[in-house]
């Protein structure tokens, strides 16, 4: 018998250390570089410098979590791909550009606290679509996009969603 190993995401919190508020700056990081497809970009209440980031380049992790305690901005002027760990939001406010948001493999979408101001590229979500709380604000369009048959997606909101919203199943 043989056993596979299963590897968790690793988790990287922003700390501000850089010397900018620039995503691609790697020393701005925890681990001292920026996360990638198989990593956790992780906002809490580390930072104490250069709290408010700038996604400046085109970015693809698996996950972003702005936990509670996160009082910054993270303004998004790139295209942003979000995987399987999906889009996490409880504090802080997310300002999107003129970039698109991708969420895939899954990855599903919750903001119960914070604000969160959607790009005007437009916000695609594989998966379930949640907002228990805090404030989403939508000039531009949310799509749908799963279309995997086994799997179902939720729309959950308390309120409505402002924008267009097209759903492909």
Do not use: R
């Not at 850089?18 to 956790?40: C, F, H, Q, V, Y």
């Amino acid at each position: 018998a043989f056993s596979i190993p299963v590897t968790d995401a690793a988790s990287f919190v922003w700390d501000g250390g850089g010397g900018d508020a620039k995503w691609g700056t790697d020393l701005n990081w925890s681990a001292d570089t920026e996360p990638g497809g198989a990593d956790i970009a992780t906002f809490d209440s580390t930072c104490t410098t250069n709290c408010s980031p700038v996604i400046d380049t085109s970015i693809t992790v698996k996950g972003i979590d702005i936990m509670t305690g996160y009082a910054g901005t993270i303004l998004q002027n790139a295209s942003t791909t979000i995987g399987s760990n999906g889009f996490d939001m409880a504090a802080g406010v997310f300002t999107g550009g003129a970039a698109p948001i991708s969420i895939t493999n899954n990855g599903g979408f919750v903001i119960s606290g914070g604000v969160f101001n959607n790009t005007t590229a437009g916000l695609a979500v594989d998966a379930n679509f949640t907002i228990q709380g805090g404030t989403f604000a939508n000039a531009s369009t949310i799509t749908f996009t799963d279309t995997d048959a086994a799997s179902d997606t939720t729309i959950a909101c308390t309120g409505s969603i402002p924008g267009t919203v097209v759903v492909t199943k």
